[in-house]
């Protein structure tokens, strides 16, 4: 069965570092997602990704947060300069068409700790 | 806004009990509902969905029903197994691409 793919699994950096997540969404699927879940509380949206740009995002995507595709696999998650509240599981997810009809696929997440 | 109440865990049962974890949603208009199922070290995997009210979503012996009138979306299962030991995430869709999600019950299967 085809896989979402999430590399590292485990990621520790300094506060203030600049980290990235990387993520293979299965091949075929259009529609690309982050999410993350804080120890403890909710999964929570971040992004989702259509098309090469950014189709919708939550407050808690600011500006220290980007997303890009830069080849025709990987899907990213980059955090500029990264604080202590930073640290959650980062899970990355796609979907075939918009998701409520095909439901989206997970990776099994990036645990990132900031130090 | 947007919210989904799922009971809080852990839940514990012996193996072949009967299970239910309650899941009530606020939302405007009729959103997609789903359970995903997260076992130890794993992601996310769907388990089931419903689209619209009445729906009943199963697979692997899970089932839960779309009620519109008690805005709910109980999972059950008749027969637990040791196997089925993991964490249930409630979520509806919000919008076109944003899932809101339920804060998990945790489920123990003792042998």
């Known amino acids: 069965e085809p896989e979402v793919t999430q590399t590292p699994s485990h990621q520790v950096t300094q506060m203030g570092q600049e980290v990235i997540l990387r993520c293979v969404p299965i091949?075929?699927?259009?529609?690309f997602y982050w999410y993350r879940q804080i120890l403890g509380q909710k999964v929570e949206f971040l992004v989702s990704f259509y098309n090469n740009e950014i189709s919708e995002k939550s407050e808690i995507f600011d500006d220290q947060f980007s997303v890009e595709r830069p080849d025709g696999s990987n899907f990213t998650l980059k955090i500029r300069s990264t604080k202590l509240e930073d640290s959650a599981m980062y899970f990355c997810?796609?979907?075939?068409?918009?998701?409520?009809?095909?439901?989206?696929?997970f990776g099994s997440g990036t645990r990132l700790t900031v130090v | 806004g947007d919210s989904v109440t799922q009971m809080e865990g852990p839940v514990t049962l012996s193996e072949e009990a009967f299970l239910t974890i309650n899941c009530t949603y606020t939302?405007?208009?009729?959103?997609?509902l789903f359970w995903y199922v997260q076992y130890p070290g794993e992601g996310l995997q769907l388990l089931l969905k419903?689209?619209?009210a009445d729906d009943k979503g199963s697979n692997k012996g899970f089932e839960a029903t779309y009620r519109k009138e008690t805005t709910s979306f109980h999972l059950e299962k008749g027969s637990v197994q040791v196997s089925d030991s993991a964490v249930y995430f409630c979520?509806?869709?919000?919008?076109?691409?944003?899932?809101?999600w339920g804060a998990g019950t945790k489920l123990i299967i003792k042998p």
């Open positions: 979520a509806l869709k919000r919008s076109n691409y944003q899932l809101i």
């Open positions: 939302a405007t208009g009729y959103p997609s």
């Open positions: 419903a689209t619209k």
């Open positions: 997810a796609s979907s075939e068409g918009q998701g409520g009809t095909y439901g989206y696929t």
């Open positions: 091949s075929n699927h259009l529609y």
